[in-house]
């Protein structure tokens, strides 16, 4: 017998019990139908939602098509983590959540509807069952007007816009570009646990907390904005679901095009008449090894030009000793490098970003010390 009974997943479903209610029915049968087909997979219990996911798609001898997609099929996974952290804050505070404070973080009655949808279709598929009539019929009600992926970029863009007059001090605004490219499978895990590092390092310091802007992007199969300026506080539930997963080429020059758009539109909100706040010099730090599968020599230009004009600082960093330096060279000559070792690297970040502070905004510009050094080929 199941450990997970789907076919009874759909009867529990009742539109009139409150939104917090019906989002913690969803997010506790998500977790129970992962731990189960984790279990049926011959996987660790405790293997993360979207290892499980991947291996269900590439093992299991049926397709996928037609269904919810992978970018959806984890947008759904964001919204229940959301769920479930401002659900655990609120009991910390030991109070009630209300349907207008879900409104507020984004998980509307549609979301509600759509991340039903999406979870009864993944179940269907995994466990090859039909969706009944009366959850179709539910699932109808879905305003079609706007994406839950356009929703949750109006949300993040609405905090970040708050964020910079909440909070007028000076920003230091940092780019992570992180290659998951499928030949990177092997360091995700080291460089999520380095990352998960830096941000509890940023958290626990009063002073960066308040200025650090971090930017984060992936660029395994396509860029994918993972996390969007705005200081730790503001970004707080998305770093901790932060799961990298190897997919596809490097696509680098769309990632770092990317992030360079955004970095624009920010300075240009900083530049503001109606808010007016300084900013350090930007950097991009670049975790990958340089087997990039796109031409990246617009992109380099365009970095070149960037750092030519003092407006931003670039760090390729190949992050095994395999790495194609000359690749990453093209990308900035002076600050490529290869890690002898991925330990403390992201405490040298840190502390080199605590350094950067003692300059003034717009000053003396200073570079990520790695105190192990780097290979220099």
């Known amino acids: 017998m199941n450990s997970f009974n789907s076919r009874a997943f759909w009867d529990g479903v009742d539109l009139n019990k409150r939104r917090y209610s019906r989002f913690l029915y969803l997010f506790i049968n998500m977790k129970n139908a992962f731990k189960d087909l984790a279990k049926k997979s011959g996987l660790p219990e405790k293997t993360k939602q979207k290892e499980v996911l991947r291996w269900i798609l590439r093992n ?24 479930s952290y401002i659900s655990t804050q609120a009991k910390k505070e030991d109070r009630s959540l209300t349907d207008s404070e879900f409104d507020e973080m984004g998980l509307t009655e549609n ?38 992926l356009e929703l949750e970029e109006e949300l993040a863009q609405l905090n970040s816009d708050r964020d910079l007059s909440d909070n007028p001090s000076p920003r230091f605004p940092t780019i992570i570009i992180i290659d998951n490219a499928l030949y990177m499978e092997k360091r995700l895990e080291n460089l999520e646990n380095g990352l998960q590092k830096l941000f509890g390092e940023i958290k626990s310091d009063a002073r960066l907390a308040g200025a650090i802007e971090l930017y984060i992007a992936t660029c395994g199969g396509k860029a994918t904005e993972i996390v969007d300026f705005s ?76 750092k030519n004009e003092e407006e931003i600082q670039v760090y390729p960093i190949g992050v095994t000793n395999k790495a194609k330096l000359e690749q990453l060279k093209r990308l900035d000559s002076v600050e490529a490098g290869i890690l002898g070792s991925i330990n403390g690297f992201f405490t040298d970040v840190f502390n080199s970003m605590k350094i950067s502070q003692n300059s003034s905004p717009g000053g003396t510009r200073v570079s990520i010390v790695h105190q192990d050094s780097f290979i220099k080929k």
């Open 111 to 148: 979301i509600y509807l759509t991340d039903l949808k999406y979870l009864s279709e993944f179940l269907a598929w995994a466990y090859n069952l039909q969706i009944p009539n009366s959850i179709i019929e539910i699932c109808s009600q879905i305003e079609v007007s706007k994406d839950p």
């Open 60 to 83: 299991s001898g049926r397709e996928y098509a037609g269904r919810i997609t992978e970018d959806k099929f984890f947008q759904m996974c964001k919204n229940l983590s959301l769920f």
């Open 231 to 306: 200081t730790i506080d503001r970004q707080e539930f998305r770093l901790n679901d932060l799961d990298l997963v190897p997919y596809g080429k490097c696509m680098m020059a769309s990632a770092i095009n990317m992030a360079l758009d955004k970095l624009g539109l920010r300075i240009n909100k900083m530049k503001n008449e109606d808010v007016d706040v300084d900013y350090y010099c930007p950097w991009m730090i670049i975790l990958s090894d340089g087997k990039f599968g796109e031409d990246i020599t617009e992109v380099c230009n365009r970095l070149e030009y960037m």
